[in-house]
């Protein structure tokens, strides 16, 4: 039986439950945590990761393991015979690129096994709702039909399945990423995507309500104490990588927005990602934060971004303590989902869960 809790207006409201799969650094457990979902159990096999999710959730229960090597029998005891009313998580899929070129179904491409493990669980658990995330070309891959095998695969479940494409800049996020969200639900519902809050253009309205402009990297990061390449500051996770004088030199002729073009030719690398030797735009959200951001600089101080910057452009707090060597606390926050709009589905999938009472 669900636990039942006070609000602030005095009314009686269930405290629903949610399962994490692939939780990583823990983006979605704070947004649904944060919206009153109370964890039942959460799985990662990363060291790094699980160490801050320890820490940052202490209360939650984690299992450190390889999702596949949980037996289903595991995985019923750790519900203990609850009701499970939400399971989430963003199982990683590699095999995009081979996936319809050869004739070969994403489903049964073996380097998706883990989707499967997603649906694995959701079969054992039966949650009244699931939510996944995963990268936006999902939803166009293979002409559509990678997102349509995807749906069918939950539909033959019992769930009904909707599936969009959400920018987390809509929801306060100063960073533009952009990801493709499935939700289904066996309860008969209609399937409820969050409304954005905030937009490019601040003339736009929703439901007769103006929306706000979206939040600029400027305003999210401005306010930390400056740093030079190397340089430590008493604030967790804020440490600056050190970088040669070489790379130093190239990226102190680009400006505020500017990129590698900016570089002198003699100095300028010949090749690379168009996504490096660049500098964020102080002016705008943030380009897509990844597990490797250390060729994309600070707009005006002449450096890569610390784990505490790309963690705020991430919308995590900076009570959220990153673990493991910068390396991987780089990619524990590029591989994490927006705690922002994390919060702003789950408020959704909360309404959900009250119009089925």
Same mark, same amino acid.
């Given at each position: 039986m669900n636990n039942i809790i006070i609000t602030k207006r005095g009314k009686m409201d269930k405290k629903y439950n949610i399962i994490d799969l692939f939780s990583g650094a823990g983006g979605l457990s704070l947004g649904f945590e944060q919206v009153g979902f109370e964890n039942i159990f959460s799985v990662d096999f990363m060291k790094d990761y699980c160490n801050t999710y320890r820490k940052n959730f202490p209360h939650h229960k984690l299992i450190q393991k390889d999702i596949s090597k949980l037996s289903n029998e595991e995985i019923l005891n750790l519900t203990k015979n609850k009701k $499970? @009313?939400?399971?989430?998580?963003?199982?990683?899929?590699?095999?995009?690129?081979?996936a319809g070129k050869i004739g070969r179904n994403f489903i049964d491409d073996p380097r998706n096994h883990l989707f499967k493990e997603f649906a694995r669980v959701v079969s054992l658990t039966k949650p009244k709702i699931f939510v996944m995330e995963n990268v936006a070309r999902l939803y166009t891959h293979n002409k559509g039909r990678t997102r349509k095998e995807i749906t069918t695969e939950f539909e033959k479940l019992g769930y009904e399945v909707k599936c969009k494409i959400l920018c987390s800049a809509d929801f306060g996020v100063p960073q533009i990423r952009n990801r493709i969200i499935f939700i289904g639900n066996r309860l008969g519902l209609k399937n409820a995507f969050p409304d954005k809050r905030y937009d490019k253009d601040t003339?736009?309205?929703?439901?007769?309500?103006? $929306?706000?402009?979206?939040?600029? $990297?400027? /305003?999210?990061? @401005? @306010?930390?104490?400056?740093?030079?390449?190397? /340089?430590?500051?008493? $604030?967790?996770?804020?440490e600056a990588m050190s970088h040669t004088e070489e790379m130093l030199n190239k990226m102190s002729f680009i400006k505020d927005g500017g990129d590698r073009n900016q570089i002198p030719i003699k100095f300028r690398p010949e090749s690379g990602d168009i996504r490096k030797y660049i500098k964020y735009d102080s002016s705008k959200p943030s380009i897509c934060i990844t597990g490797d951001m250390r060729k994309v600089f600070h707009y005006n101080q002449n450096r890569a971004l610390s784990v505490r910057e790309l963690a705020r452009i991430q919308s995590f707090p900076d009570s959220f303590i990153f673990e493991g060597n910068k390396i991987s606390q780089q990619q524990q926050v590029g591989n994490a989902v927006p705690p922002l709009m994390a919060k702003a589905i789950a408020e959704e999938i909360k309404e959900m869960l009250k119009q089925n009472e």
């Open positions: $499970i @009313d939400v399971v989430v998580g963003g199982p990683p899929c590699q095999g995009f690129s081979m003339q736009t309205t929703i439901h007769n309500k103006k $929306i706000k402009k979206w939040k600029t $990297i400027k /305003e999210a990061i @401005d @306010d930390l104490p400056k740093l030079s390449s190397g /340089e430590s500051s008493n $604030i967790p996770n804020h």
